[in-house]
């Protein structure tokens, strides 16, 4: 028998909500950003690679929870449109640091305006208290849940 369609937002399940939450927003942040002539996963690589210039690809992988096939395309493509440059690190050729170009330097004043305005229609009718709370929660929630993993993983390693 299947269940039963909720009726309002607070019948449905949580995991599910925040599931569709975060993909509505993934959807909606790369729609905007689509005028800048980029993806949501490039967007993503440029803000954490402007956070940490010159991060290696394999920690970049781990960061965005990419594989190293889907990461290697992805910054194919980028460093084809001027965004990103690989740099081989000097002690070992096999790693690459990845590092902003002038171009994607030049895009992220619009890209902040565009995401000043994103993160505030997003936010609309919620006061800073709510916003407080729902980061304080989904914060403990994410640790619950890495926790359980954990445990889940150590405890298929035994026996």
């Not at 800073?128 to 390693?157: F, Y």
Request: proline residues 6%; contains cysteine; aromatic residues 4%.
């Amino acid at each position: 028998m299947s269940e039963p369609v909720p009726q309002t937002d607070t019948d449905e399940p949580l995991g599910f909500l925040i599931h569709e939450t975060a993909h509505a927003i993934s959807l909606a942040y790369g729609t905007v950003m689509a005028p800048l002539g980029l993806t949501r996963p490039q967007v993503r690589v440029l803000v954490w690679v402007g956070h940490s210039p010159g991060i290696t690809q394999a920690a970049l992988c781990e960061q965005l929870n990419s594989s190293p096939m889907a990461m290697t395309g992805l910054l194919d493509r980028m460093e084809a449109k001027n965004l990103v440059k690989r740099v081989e690190d000097p002690s070992d050729r096999r790693v690459k640091r990845i590092y902003l170009t002038d171009g994607a330097e030049r895009l992220k004043p619009e890209m902040d305006v565009i995401a000043d305005h994103f993160k505030a229609a997003a936010r609309e009718g919620l006061s800073s208290d709510d916003i407080a709370t729902a980061q304080r929660v989904l914060a403990t929630m994410k640790a619950n849940v890495l926790r359980l993993r954990e445990l889940s993983q150590s405890s298929d390693g035994e026996g």
